[in-house]
């Protein structure tokens, strides 16, 4: 079992930049992928960007890539989302997500550990 817990998001105009945080309990944390992803009111929950368990692999959806960076630090048990350049669309409740495996994951169903989200809003 893995808790989760997102920190970091706050309200920031456009252009500017914030790095959100997810703590992850347990002692298995460099065994997991992870994973960020958002949604907009009336809107599906969308990826974001995607990690592997050793760090060595990235993913990003289209709408960020070269704005956001995800990263980990396996000794602290947390992985951040550097987002930078950000546009008022990029406002949502950001979650991060987890799972046991050593794939790359980007799809919502294959993560099995969510944290509560937390809230990113970007005024024009």
């Known amino acids: 079992q893995v808790q989760l817990v997102e920190s970091g998001g706050g309200l920031v105009q456009a252009g500017g930049s914030l790095r959100l945080s997810c703590a992850a309990s347990?002692?298995?944390?460099?065994?997991?992928?992870m994973g960020w992803f958002r949604q907009a009111p009336g809107k599906e929950r969308e990826f974001v960007a995607a990690?592997?368990?050793?760090?060595?692999?990235?993913h990003y959806a289209d709408s960020v890539k070269g704005r956001f960076t995800i990263s980990r630090d396996n000794a602290k048990n947390t992985v951040y989302l550097q987002m930078n350049s950000l546009k008022p669309e990029d406002t949502a409740v950001y979650y991060c997500?987890?799972?046991?495996?050593?794939?790359?994951?980007?799809?919502?169903?294959?993560?099995?550990?969510w944290g509560q989200g937390t809230q990113v809003t970007v005024s024009s």
């Open positions: 990690i592997s368990w050793s760090g060595g692999s990235t």
């Open positions: 347990g002692r298995t944390f460099s065994s997991y992928a």
């Open positions: 997500a987890a799972r046991a495996t050593n794939r790359l994951i980007t799809t919502i169903r294959e993560y099995a550990y």
